[in-house]
């Protein structure tokens, strides 16, 4: 099998007809340039550990050649803080286990550095967090993870390497996607009025994005799931979004029909 793109899907899934189809790369089939990394936020390794659906990493990369990495930042969040508590021991050591493998790679085998991330990573955070106000003063809204992986993710596309980020967290993605439903999301979010304050938003809008339920669909599509039979995609769909993914019951819908 060729390495044409992880998100590959069928023609007739376009983005303007499909909500769900706004996480999809845009382009045509014949047009889609292939994607060689895939960025990985906390959200999607701890999604997929807690399902279960871990050795999909390494199931895609063997059959798509599409190689994953994650930031010092994502590390910590699910390697290096969670092995310390009880609770969450097993997941963060079955994620080490992806790093220890090389199925999940760091940016160093890419060249970059920790300091050149975290560089870029504090300028996303600044505008990102300086974006909304509550009560005349801004918010966090977020994350050192969520950022570096955009920052991983403009140093690989400006080495010329096809990149999406893998990415559950609703906020970052409207932040690229859709700034204008920002407003509305955090003030049903913190049940108070917030005010947007619309600076330098255009820098997000390059990223692309995945969710955990887009990748489970790939996977299914691939063919590598292990669980199999009439309902594993409904399964799998339904597991990713109990666990995190913001997917709406329509999109899963959707993506049951394709």
Known sequence: ??????????????????????????????????????????????????????????????????????????????????????????????????????????????????QEIDKRKSEFMRIANNSIKA???????????????LALSSILTEKGIENIIGIDERTTRLLAEKPENLEEMMSSRLHQKIE???KNFYVFEKFRFIRSAEFVYVAHKKGILQVKGQKALEAVLYATKYKGSSISFEEIDELKKL
């Not at 060729?2 to 089939?29: G, H, N, V, W």
């Open 135 to 149: 009560n005349g003063k801004f918010i966090n809204i977020v994350s050192n993870a969520e950022m570096s992986c």
């Open 1 to 114: 099998m060729t390495a044409e793109t992880l998100m590959q899907m069928e023609d007739r899934y376009e983005t303007e007809k499909s909500p769900a189809a706004s996480y999809f790369i845009k382009l045509k089939r014949k047009e889609q340039k292939k994607i060689k990394v895939l960025v990985l936020d906390s959200g999607i390794l701890i999604n997929l550990s807690m399902n279960g659906l871990l050795y999909l990493f390494e199931k895609m990369k063997k059959i798509s050649g599409v190689r994953f990495v994650v930031t010092e930042d994502v590390k910590y969040e699910t390697i290096d803080r969670p092995v310390n508590v009880p609770r969450f021991e097993l997941e963060a050591l079955q994620i080490k286990s992806l790093i220890e493998n090389k199925i999940v790679e760091m940016p160093e085998a890419f060249g970059i550095k920790k």
């Open 196 to 198: 947007i304050v619309k």
